[in-house]
């Protein structure tokens, strides 16, 4: 197999984008061709990333010019997927540039129709209350048999394969902290 | 996986089975390609013809819940025709070991059933042993009671006829994937296997994938560059997820959650270490009470004391044998059981099987805190299809949180490589990364009970959290607390290796130590060498266990150390090495022990087996020592060709008014199954808010065959209803010549497949222009025997026109 790093892989387009010029027009249009590939990311701060849906790790490469992403392409010197990505990954600049994307905390009052948005400190303090008050009048010291098996019975959490090992190592310390045993995720289902 | 996507391309023979790899891992696909262009075989066994079938140098049909039949008749073939790799079965696995005089096996159940409580007494399958209590053998494989003979009678029913008849694929195509797969007994030849959620979906899923290990342990194939049996999960870290433990019967890297009966951590240690006679067996799970003390020092902190039993009472226990996953969870939140549920990154509404059930029980709770990208039908509930929000009490918080690239961290792929990334750009608006939340949350809670105490207060207090840098989530942190530390020097340890139960090192996940250690962040590595030449880029990021990349490879080589197949060799004895003591090289093995011939210093190769073999008798599965078939809970068919158990004998059936099955119903005639597409992901909750996947897939649908599509009056693009004894979803009728009707035992049997991709909440669903509904509202909440995942790729529906094609 071929090995191209990244930088061979941009050249070579770039080459290949000269000849089609050359050939089509007659004359050389190369300087301007490179010139109009480059434009887009030059100077961009570049890192790399991993693809957030299937289990194949594709690498991937953000650009981000002025604190905006600007570009999010295939990684070429990833080893498994070497530059390519499928349908999904290759769409994955619209995860982040996307109207719909929920932006602020919303809250729904018990019998309500509609949305109300609310501010960080508002909702962690009211979710805090809730937990202390489902945590308090459900925690189980002893069973049913007198063992000691301090849990919380009131409260069950799902997820998630959607975060980080970091995030899935703290959550389930912070649930498990709280005395959580229902606690699954994806990978039960 | 035992092996790794790029390991694909060592293969001689790849059979995708129980998966669409094409289609659901497209990328990896290159490495089958490379396979091929070697001349490797790829075969795909499907109930559908896919894009992989497409790819496939054989597409071979059978009807969804039918694995095991089909592969029981391959390992029938594989020991008739006498193709196993007999070094091999004789030095690496249990075939040589003789069962007990209480097992048995007759019409469908093993002995030791209890038909009231469903389950087995396991003591009936019970290795014989001799008087220092070590396990009688018989490497000659003769003797009536060992497993190779007992395996040899068990499968013995399971010829081309029977076969054929119950999972509908024509003998010639059963017969030519028993001839392909058969020929990679021979040392120098490798198959491996792939497979998803479509073995996992069963209520037989574990035995699915045990029937196709017997098959590779037979053969010789696991360990070997170019083998093993390889899980293509679905998410980009469930790998990862799962090693953490957010599964309600494992703590931190597989150790089993704490239940009532061990009643402090001495007791826990003694009832959950495995002990061993075998002389030359590692039993590496005999580390497991360094891995608790360092995990309980992660925990807690400095409050974790020898003293104190490192916090082990802190820690929550399960009553003796409780059962709180998935559908059980559910079950109890309908019964109301539940005041407070969080559905972190997870949309339940549309992936929980029996949906309606889902979406009823949500109505139950006082509050649910939902954090998600985009709004979903979970956190929406309330104002999904039949739903009245003036009736519904459930406080609902809608948290956003930040993509992945707009934070740091790792995730863990299917190979087991753990790969760091990096934050490109800020949240959008106030999304918060969600370690950031977690940490914020945690601070409330533990304020409130500071302040005000509670009941049992100690945990939340004394929990070591401190993870933020300047008040913010600090993901190198945690990776090092993961990774683990020398707590009386300070530093990171080396791996897991050098923890201790003595309270002197802190380790948050065993497995994961290694990979953030005084030589920096293992997992950021970008180095792209590959010295072995076969593809284990073993400088690239970092590899769960100990960054070795083929798991079981001292199986790889013969009793002296050299590789059954030196022209893929993963490791290999080196007499030179280490100074002349000798010494491996290659991948990380596992274990430095020297060769099989060094009888005084060996050691078994599947060291986290507690005999130091693979199993091909295995004798802790809740439904048998052997995997059997068994018809799925909704199925076409009154009987069990092999036996009169229908249904599995040991799996779980709720009984609730939300739980209704229907088999062999007139009026749900049809095998259904659920898939997915390549422009979407899982719910739909990642993909179906990007407009170019919504473009190109705007839609739910249903395919069937041409055969059905006549039978039932309902052309290509005609909208359809679906429907099971437990919902219906509307969907686009897809008629089409990749699915087949299947001939099952003389009867004509049709099944149809739709993706569950989609959701009432987006896109807008008026008139069903564009949308649809989760397939899930259609499957049931049956599950696997042992792991309890539902059963949604084999379930009985129908399917009706509402309107031809506007």
Redo the contacts between chains.
């Keep these: 197999?071929v090995?191209i790093s990244r930088r061979n892989f941009i050249k070579a387009s770039g080459v290949a984008a000269a000849g089609l010029g050359l050939s089509q027009l007659g004359f050389d249009l190369s300087p301007i061709e490179s010139y109009a590939a480059e434009l887009k990311i030059k100077g961009a701060?570049e890192?790399?990333?991993?693809?957030?849906?299937?289990?194949?790790?594709?690498g991937q490469i953000?650009h981000?010019s002025n604190?905006?992403?600007i570009n999010?392409e295939g990684d070429p010197?990833h080893?498994?997927?070497?530059g390519?990505?499928?349908?999904?990954?290759a769409?994955?600049y619209?995860?982040?540039d996307?109207q719909?994307?929920?932006?602020?905390?919303?809250?729904?009052?018990?019998?309500?129709?509609k949305?109300k948005e609310v501010s960080?400190e508002w909702?962690?303090?009211?979710?805090?209350?809730?937990?202390?008050?489902?945590?308090?009048?459900?925690?189980m010291?002893k069973?049913?048999?007198g063992?000691?098996?301090?849990?919380?019975?009131?409260?069950?959490?799902?997820?998630?394969?959607?975060?980080?090992?970091?995030?899935?190592?703290?959550?389930?310390?912070?649930?498990?902290?709280?005395?959580?045993?229902?606690?699954?995720?994806?990978?039960?289902? | 996986m035992t092996n790794h996507?790029?390991d694909f391309r060592n293969a001689d023979v790849i059979l995708n089975m129980g998966s669409n790899v094409c289609e659901?891992?497209?990328?990896?696909y290159?490495w089958i390609k490379?396979a091929q262009d070697r001349g490797a075989v790829f075969i795909h066994v499907d109930p559908r013809f896919t894009r992989t079938s497409a790819k496939a140098d054989h597409y071979v049909p059978l009807r969804s819940g039918t694995d095991i039949a089909f592969l029981g008749g391959m390992i029938k073939y594989i020991l008739d025709n006498d193709l196993i790799q007999r070094e091999y079965v004789v030095n690496y696995t249990n075939a040589s070991f003789i069962v007990g005089s209480k097992y048995d096996f007759m019409d469908g159940l093993f002995s030791g059933y209890d038909p009231v409580k469903r389950k087995y007494d396991k003591s009936h399958w019970a290795f014989e042993t001799d008087e220092n209590g070590i396990i009688k053998k018989d490497p000659t494989l003769q003797n009536p009671r060992c497993v190779y003979q007992l395996l040899k009678k068990h499968y013995a029913r399971y010829d081309l006829d029977v076969v054929s008849q119950i999972t509908g694929t024509p003998k010639e195509n059963l017969l030519k994937v028993y001839q392909i797969y058969g020929s990679t007994g021979k040392p120098d030849r490798v198959g491996t296997e792939l497979y998803a959620m479509g073995w996992t979906?069963h209520t037989v899923g574990t035995q699915n994938i045990r029937t196709m290990a017997i098959i590779q342990l037979l053969l010789g194939n696991m360990g070997m560059a170019g083998g093993g049996i390889n899980a293509?999960?679905?998410?980009?870290?469930?790998?990862?997820?799962?090693?953490?433990?957010?599964?309600?019967h494992i703590?931190?890297a597989y150790n089993p959650?704490p239940q009532?009966?061990h009643?402090d951590l001495a007791t826990y240690n003694g009832m959950n270490t495995p002990k061993t006679k075998e002389p030359m067996s590692a039993n590496w799970w005999q580390n497991r009470p360094k891995y608790m003390v360092s995990y309980l020092k992660s925990?807690y902190g400095k409050a974790a004391t020898k003293e104190n039993d490192f916090g082990y009472?802190?820690?929550?226990?399960?009553?003796d044998g409780?059962n709180?996953?998935?559908l059980t969870?559910f079950d109890?939140?309908h019964k109301g059981?539940?005041?407070?549920?969080?559905?972190?990154?997870?949309n339940?509404a549309c992936?929980?099987?029996n949906a309606n059930k889902v979406r009823e029980g949500l109505t139950k709770l006082?509050?649910l805190?939902n954090?998600?990208?985009?709004?979903n039908e979970t956190g929406s509930f309330?104002?999904g299809p039949g739903m009245n929000?003036?009736?519904?009490?459930?406080?609902?918080?809608?948290?956003?949180c930040a993509?992945?690239?707009?934070?740091?961290?790792?995730?863990?792929?299917?190979g087991r490589?753990?790969?760091w990334?990096?934050?490109?750009?800020?949240p959008?608006?106030?999304?918060?990364?969600?370690?950031d939340i977690?940490?914020?949350?945690?601070e409330?809670?533990r304020?409130?009970?500071a302040k005000?105490g509670?009941?049992?207060p100690e945990?939340?207090l004394n929990?070591?959290?401190d993870?933020a840098t300047n008040g913010k989530?600090d993901?190198h942190k945690?990776?090092k607390?993961?990774n683990g530390y020398d707590l009386t020097t300070g530093k990171l340890v080396a791996n897991f290796t050098k923890l201790k139960d003595d309270g002197t090192t802190s380790c948050?996940?065993w497995l994961?130590s290694g990979s953030y250690n005084e030589d920096g962040n293992m997992m950021a590595r970008?180095d792209?060498s590959?010295p072995t030449g076969i593809?284990l880029?073993s400088k690239?990021a970092w590899c769960w266990p100990l960054n070795r990349r083929i798991i079981y490879n001292r199986a790889s080589v013969d009793l002296n150390g050299n590789p059954w197949d030196s022209k893929r060799a993963v490791i290999r004895w080196d007499p030179a090495a280490g100074d002349g003591k000798g010494g491996w090289v290659g991948d990380v093995p596992d274990g430095g022990w020297p060769p099989m011939v060094n009888k005084e210093k060996t050691k078994l190769p599947f060291i986290m087996k507690p005999h130091g073999v693979a199993s091909i008798f295995g004798p802790g599965l809740n439904e048998g020592p052997f995997p059997e078939h068994y018809e799925p809970l909704e199925c076409p068919v009154e009987r069990n060709l092999l036996s009169s158990q229908r249904i599995n004998p040991a799996a779980k059936v709720f009984a609730g008014t939300m739980d209704q099955y229907l088999t062999c119903d007139p009026r749900y005639p049809f095998v259904c199954t659920t898939y997915r597409v390549?422009?979407?992901?899982?719910t739909g909750v990642?993909?179906r808010?990007?407009?170019?996947?919504l473009e190109?897939q705007p839609q739910l649908f249903v395919e069937m065959s041409k055969e059905l599509g006549e039978l039932k009056g309902i052309k290509n693009g005609d909208l359809v209803e679906v429907e099971t004894a437990r919902g219906k979803v509307k969907a686009v009728a897809i008629v089409t010549a990749r699915w087949k009707p299947f001939n099952i035992a003389g009867q004509t049997v049709h099944q149809i497949g739709i993706p569950w991709h989609f959701g009432w909440r987006?896109p807008e669903n008026k008139k069903f222009s564009r949308g649809g509904d989760s397939a899930n509202l259609l499957t049931p909440n049956i599950g696997d025997a042992n792991?309890?995942?539902?059963e949604?790729k084999a379930f009985m529906a129908n399917v009706r026109k509402i309107k031809s094609k506007g």
């Design positions: 197999m090995k701060k890192t790399t990333h991993i693809c957030c849906y299937c289990s194949v790790s594709c953000a981000v604190g905006k992403l999010f010197d080893p498994i997927s070497e390519a990505l499928c349908a999904k990954g769409s994955l619209q995860l982040h996307n719909h994307r929920l932006k602020k905390v919303r809250y729904r009052a018990p019998y309500s129709a949305w960080w909702a962690l303090e009211k979710i805090a209350r809730n937990i202390k008050k489902s945590r308090d009048a459900s925690f010291e069973n049913a048999e063992k000691v098996v301090n849990r919380t019975n009131g409260i069950a959490s799902v997820g998630s394969a959607a975060l980080d090992n970091e995030e899935c190592y703290i959550y389930q310390q912070f649930l498990r902290g709280l005395g959580l045993v229902w606690i699954e995720h994806q990978a039960r289902i | 996507y790029i659901n891992h497209p990328v990896s290159k490379a979906q293509l999960r679905g998410e980009s870290n469930v790998q990862g997820s799962t090693d953490m433990a957010l599964l309600f703590i931190s959650t009532a009966k009643k925990m009472d802190w820690h929550p226990k399960l009553d409780q709180c996953s998935w969870l109890d939140m059981r539940f005041t407070g549920f969080f559905a972190w990154g997870m339940p992936s929980g099987a006082d509050w805190v954090v998600n990208l985009f709004e309330w104002y929000p003036k009736k519904i009490k459930t406080e609902v918080f809608q948290l956003p993509a992945f690239m707009e934070k740091e961290g790792s995730l863990s792929n299917s490589w753990v790969q990334r990096y934050k490109a750009v800020d959008l608006g106030e999304a918060k990364p969600d370690g977690m940490l914020e949350l945690y409330s809670v304020k409130l009970y005000e509670g009941k049992f945990p939340i929990l070591k959290m993870y989530f993901a945690v990776a607390e993961v948050g996940n994961y970008r792209r590959d593809g880029y690239w390549t422009e979407h992901w899982q990642l993909t808010w990007l407009p170019w996947l190109a987006w792991t309890m995942i539902p949604s």
